[in-house]
């Protein structure tokens, strides 16, 4: 008998949208397919109830990425690429990215909503909903169409858990219970599905990649990788920058691509003290570009003439390496954790006010000795229903158990 997690806050409502009669769904301007996978379910909610919606993206280029085509065949979506659209009359959705950011081309519109899981930037619309918590696009959009009561067929279930697949690197990224809630019941076709994660990258890229990892930028005592990518799709950005990852030693990686506009880079951290999404953004200070992102994953644009003004002609990967010691040189980091003295005075006891938490008492929702599987957010376990065994309810409405004691 599983028990999961109860969200602490609702989430948004769709049908108060309905009000709207002209509705458009803008994805990234390089669309992935969480981004496509979530406008996808939007697209089939306005639909059903008597507004079809104008969905598309406004990057300089086409579709191209396997997984994306495949998902257009597949989904039959009519998504449009409308790079020269600046104005929309009515409602505009983002969805896998946020108004005004730097990978979504500017479209002004009566009112605007977000749709989005990655950490909030700059003011952001209050409509909609923005979930940094939650892994996927596809997530809250599942979410969505749950508490509208919208009928979720194996179709559009395929989809939104290949969107949460692609978002979390094949799952293995997953935290929250609600991601791992629609990743185990969502009905979906598993052959497609498969084909989907199959599709993820075209012969070019295996090429791309190679020549990426023998440039690879590599120093041993910082831990970081630093690689240059030839012009490809921002995409690949991401997957080398997560496979670079995987090597014994590194904990920081960046991988850019330069084209006549400017310079498109991905960072990964795992380092604990290296804030990903910082990062990006101080790479990009003084009016250089745009960037940002969580803090793991980070990413954004720098524009050749400004850096041109600027540091030309210094190497970029010079820049990119310099810029990141000093990110990390500016801290001062006091581990309270560690044996090692502190200066005195640095450290000062205080006494937290007490917090109002909720548990429960197994025995009284369940009969003893029942099985219960436990969706906390250190992982799913296994425990069984004895007088002893209470259910804690955190502060983020999160799930796990504890003794009586």
Same mark, same amino acid.
Not at 159 to 165: I, N, P, Q
Not at 182 to 208: G, I, Q, W
Not at 268 to 283: Q, T
Not at 299 to 315: L, N, V
């Given at each position: ?27 990234? @301007? ?64 983002? /969805?896998?990215?946020?108004? %005004? ?10 009112? #605007? ?5 990655? /950490? ?17 696009? !596809?997530?809250? #959009? ?9 009928? &979720? @067929? ?17 799952? !293995? ?33 295996? !090429? ?24 490809? @799709? ?12 995987? /090597? ?25 003290? &290296? ?19 969580? #803090?793991?994953? %980070? ?32 801290? @001062? ?48 376990? #296994? ?23």
């Amino acid at each position: 008998m599983p028990v999961s997690y109860t969200h602490d806050v609702p989430f948004f409502s769709l049908s108060s949208l309905l009000a709207h009669k002209r509705v458009a769904l803008q994805c990234p @301007d390089s669309p992935t397919p969480d981004s496509l996978a979530a406008a996808f379910g939007l697209f089939l909610f306005f639909k059903a109830n008597g507004c079809t919606p104008h969905w598309f993206y406004c990057g300089p280029e086409p579709l191209s990425r396997p997984n994306a085509l495949e998902m257009q065949r597949a989904f039959a979506l009519t998504i449009r690429h409308e790079p020269d659209l600046q104005y929309w009359r009515g409602l505009l959705i983002t /969805v896998g990215c946020q108004y %005004g950011a730097a990978s979504l081309g500017k479209v002004t519109a009566d009112a #605007v909503a977000v749709v989005d899981c990655h /950490v909030p930037e700059g003011d952001q619309a209050v409509l909609g909903e923005i979930r940094p918590y939650l892994t996927s696009c !596809s997530t809250i #959009v599942h979410e969505l169409l749950l508490q509208a009561e919208f009928p &979720i @067929d194996h179709t559009l279930g395929t989809a939104l858990r290949f969107g949460l697949y692609a978002a979390s690197n094949a799952f !293995s990224e997953i935290r929250f219970p609600v991601d791992k809630d629609m990743r185990d019941t969502v009905d979906h076709d598993p052959r497609l599905f498969l084909n989907l994660a199959r599709s993820n990258l075209c012969p070019e890229d295996l !090429s791309l990649t190679a020549k990426a990892l023998c440039s690879l930028d590599f120093q041993t005592g910082d831990g970081m990788v630093i690689s240059n990518l030839l012009p490809c @799709d921002p995409e690949l950005l991401r997957f080398i920058a997560d496979l670079a990852l995987h /090597v014994h030693g590194v904990d920081l990686s960046l991988v850019f691509m330069e084209t006549d506009q400017g310079t498109r880079f991905s960072i990964r951290s795992v380092h604990r003290e &290296i804030h990903a999404g910082k990062a990006a953004a101080g790479l990009v200070a003084d009016g250089l570009g745009a960037g940002g992102g969580d #803090v793991e994953k %980070g990413g954004g644009f720098i524009s050749a003439a400004k850096y041109d003004a600027a540091f030309a002609p210094r190497p970029l990967t010079d820049f990119f390496r310099d810029a990141l010691r000093a990110y990390r040189d500016a801290y @001062d980091l006091f581990d309270c954790r560690s044996d090692a003295p502190l200066s005195p005075g640095v450290l000062h006891a205080y006494q937290k006010r007490p917090v109002l938490l909720a548990y429960v008492v197994c025995s009284r929702l369940f009969p003893k000795q029942t099985r219960l599987e436990v969706r906390m957010l250190e992982g799913d376990i #296994v425990i069984t229903v004895t007088p002893d065994t209470y259910l804690m309810i955190g502060l983020a409405g999160e799930v796990y158990p504890i003794r009586k004691k």
